[in-house]
């Protein structure tokens, strides 16, 4: 019978050898420090509600630093409530826009459109404090919450919307005078008689101011759908122009 071969010693010290393999040396990386290790900056609510914030993300809006230099008792007053502190410091941390869902039970019909008319009028509370802290991203973020519910809304609902808060858009009539333009141009298309219909007739005469902004939208409607051939200057004026108003009071 065949013995094994014996390993000779030469196989045997260089299956025994460790291999010592040294990596290059490579570029020395700084850590950057995280956001959440900075201590607390703490803001308070209009309604005594304490916010703890990192202040590695309170940096990054300068009014809030302001406002923090002239804290007295360590706790920075904001002029806002709770429920828009809670959107307003959750998008500062992550850059999100998060509304919390529990709104009341109003007892509507429709659950969908009570929902709906919940997060504008909530929407509409935070773009007031974004405005007014110059958050940009924050207020960009409501504004597109707010295009995404307006394409939910019938249109007479959305213009009894935009009536009762009127006063809450006086910085924002280009952007407001573009949302009922996409909101008439989808019921027209729907409905080619739109503008004989008794229930849209009946929404003019209540305010002035809405009555000009719609008088300005359609006329912009006519114009872009029976001249679109007429020699126009390229950069032309946006028909929508302010007004003055009352500032919306939250």
């Known amino acids: 019978m065949a013995q094994p071969k014996a390993d000779t010693k030469e196989e045997s010290a260089a299956s025994d050898t460790w291999v010592d393999v040294k990596a290059e040396a490579g570029p020395e990386v700084e850590m950057i420090k995280s956001p959440y290790a900075t201590k607390a900056a703490m803001f308070r609510t209009l309604d005594g509600t304490i ?33 828009v502190a809670h959107v307003f410091f959750h998008h ?14 109003w007892g509507w019909d429709h659950p969908k459109l009570s ?14 404090a974004a405005k007014k802290y110059g958050f940009f991203t924050l207020e960009c973020s409501a504004k597109t919450s707010m295009e ?19 006063s809450c ?40 101011e809405f009555d000009r902004l ?14 679109k051939d007429s020699e126009e200057d390229p950069v032309a004026p946006n028909p929508y122009f302010a007004w003055s108003c009352e500032p919306c009071d939250f």
């Open 92 to 105: 500062l941390c992550t850059g999100q826009f998060q509304l919390p869902f529990s709104e009341p039970n």
């Open 148 to 166: 995404e519910d307006y394409k939910d809304l019938p249109l007479t609902v959305l213009i009894d919307h935009i009536q009762e808060n009127l």
């Open 51 to 83: 916010f703890s914030v990192p202040e590695g993300f309170v940096s990054k809006l300068p009014t809030l630093v302001r406002l923090r230099e002239k804290a007295q008792d360590g706790v920075t007053n904001v002029s806002f409530d709770n429920e």
């Open 214 to 227: 719609l008088v300005q939208v359609i006329g912009e409607m006519y114009k872009l759908l029976h001249v």
């Open 115 to 128: 929902h709906t008319l919940w997060k504008l009028k909530y929407s509409l509370r935070v773009l007031a």
């Open 169 to 208: 858009f006086k910085d924002e009539m280009i952007w407001l005078g573009e949302q009922m333009e996409t909101a008439l141009e989808t019921a027209l298309s729907h409905n080619p008689s739109i503008f004989k219909d008794n229930t849209l007739l009946e929404k003019i005469g209540h305010s002035p």
